[in-house]
């Protein structure tokens, strides 16, 4: 089974990549994040084409902000949108999480809040909103991964340049510590511990075209689920070329690996700029 999680900033207007990038990559379940619509106007838009694929589909919209989505070809069942226990924002619940069962694995597409500023009210948000989905996910089944923009890099080495970041958000030690107490595995970075891999390049400063990114969509497995991974890599050929999102794809395969054993970045980036200290733009991340 290929899982795979994209935050595709706008499905409607990443329907020109995303529909090819379907059928050549062929995922047999696709976590979405930042569909930016409504439920009816996700379904008016791609309920056609996906079925002609032969996907199933469960969204959580909220028209111009957030929402995510669960594509499937082996089986969506159970449906959750949001989870127990989700904090709301300005006394608004979001839509930034859904799960179901897929071929017997429980996989949630999730959105995680941006903090935006460290200690701002945000920030808070954030810390509480993963620590009420740890629990909603400690609750059970043990068959699970999370995948989806976590707005969190786990590491150091999963940022271009950690002296550019501190201060910011995505790196604090309480963010990281709130990754790590799902207790589960960051499949990617198990299969390649040393690797320079990245997932989000931001759209200015020429910023992915010299590799200067951020690692934070992730798929963090239960332990049975890790086990079965045979490949885990971040597909850069959707970030490059006419109308792309700002994050790539991430894949995991379970059972069986496809295209074999590649990764971690496919196609590795050219001219990574290794050693050049850049100032992070302004406003760079989404909420």
């Given at each position: 089974?290929?899982?795979?999680?994209?935050?595709?900033?706008?499905?409607k207007?990443?329907?020109?990549?995303?529909?090819?990038?379907?059928?050549?990559?062929r995922?047999?379940?696709?976590?979405?994040?930042?569909?930016?619509?409504?439920?009816?106007?996700?379904?008016?838009?791609?309920?056609?084409?996906?079925?002609?694929?032969?996907?199933?589909f469960?969204?959580?919209?909220?028209?111009q902000?957030?929402?995510?989505?669960?594509?499937?070809?082996?089986?969506?069942?159970?449906?959750?949108?949001?989870?127990?226990?989700?904090?709301?924002?300005?006394?608004?619940?979001?839509?930034?999480?859904?799960?179901?069962?897929?071929?017997?694995?429980?996989?949630?597409?999730?959105?995680?809040?941006?903090g935006?500023?460290?200690?701002?009210?945000?920030?808070?948000?954030?810390?509480a909103w993963?620590?009420?989905?740890?629990?909603?996910?400690?609750?059970?089944?043990?068959?699970?991964?999370?995948?989806?923009?976590?707005n969190?890099a786990?590491?150091?080495?999963?940022?271009?340049?950690?002296?550019?970041?501190?201060?910011?958000?995505?790196v604090?030690?309480?963010?990281?510590?709130?990754?790590?107490?799902?207790?589960?595995?960051?499949v990617l970075?198990?299969?390649?511990?040393?690797?320079r891999?990245?997932?989000?390049?931001?759209?200015r400063?020429?910023m992915?075209?010299?590799?200067?990114?951020?690692?934070?969509?992730?798929?963090?497995?239960?332990?049975?689920v890790?086990?079965?991974?045979?490949?885990?890599?971040?597909?850069?050929?959707?970030?490059?070329?006419r109308?792309?999102?700002d994050?790539?794809?991430?894949?995991?395969?379970?059972?069986?690996?496809?295209?074999?054993?590649?990764?971690?970045?496919?196609p590795?980036?050219?001219?990574?700029?290794t050693?050049k200290?850049?100032t992070?733009?302004?406003?760079?991340?989404?909420?």
């Open positions: 089974m290929r899982i795979a999680t994209w935050n595709v900033n706008s499905v207007q990443r329907v020109p990549r995303l529909l090819p990038w379907l059928e050549q990559r995922p047999d379940v696709v976590c979405l994040q930042e569909t930016k619509l409504s439920d009816e106007a996700f379904a008016t838009l791609l309920a056609e084409p996906l079925a002609e694929r032969g996907y199933t469960a969204h959580h919209g909220q028209g902000w957030n929402g995510v989505a669960l594509l499937s070809r082996v089986g969506l069942d159970d449906v959750e949108r949001g989870f127990r226990g989700q904090p709301d924002y300005a006394d608004k619940a979001e839509a930034r999480a859904i799960s179901a069962t897929c071929a017997g694995v429980r996989v949630h597409s999730l959105y995680v809040p941006n935006r500023e460290v200690a701002s009210d945000h920030y808070a948000y954030k810390l993963l620590d009420a989905l740890r629990a909603a996910v400690a609750a059970g089944p043990d068959d699970v991964a999370l995948c989806g923009d976590i969190i786990p590491a150091d080495a999963d940022v271009f340049d950690p002296a550019a970041y501190v201060g910011h958000t995505h604090t030690p309480p963010e990281r510590d709130a990754v790590a107490a799902f207790g589960l595995v960051d970075r198990e299969r390649w511990p040393d690797e891999v990245f997932s989000y390049w931001d759209y400063a020429g992915f075209h010299q590799d200067l990114g951020m690692r934070i969509d992730l798929i963090l497995a239960s332990a049975p890790a086990a079965r991974a045979r490949a885990a890599w971040v597909d850069r050929e959707a970030r490059k070329g109308l792309p999102s994050h790539a794809p991430v894949i995991v395969d379970l059972d069986d690996a496809p295209d074999g054993d590649i990764g971690p970045v496919v590795p980036p050219s001219r990574p700029a050693r200290r850049v992070l733009p302004q406003g760079s991340r989404d909420a």
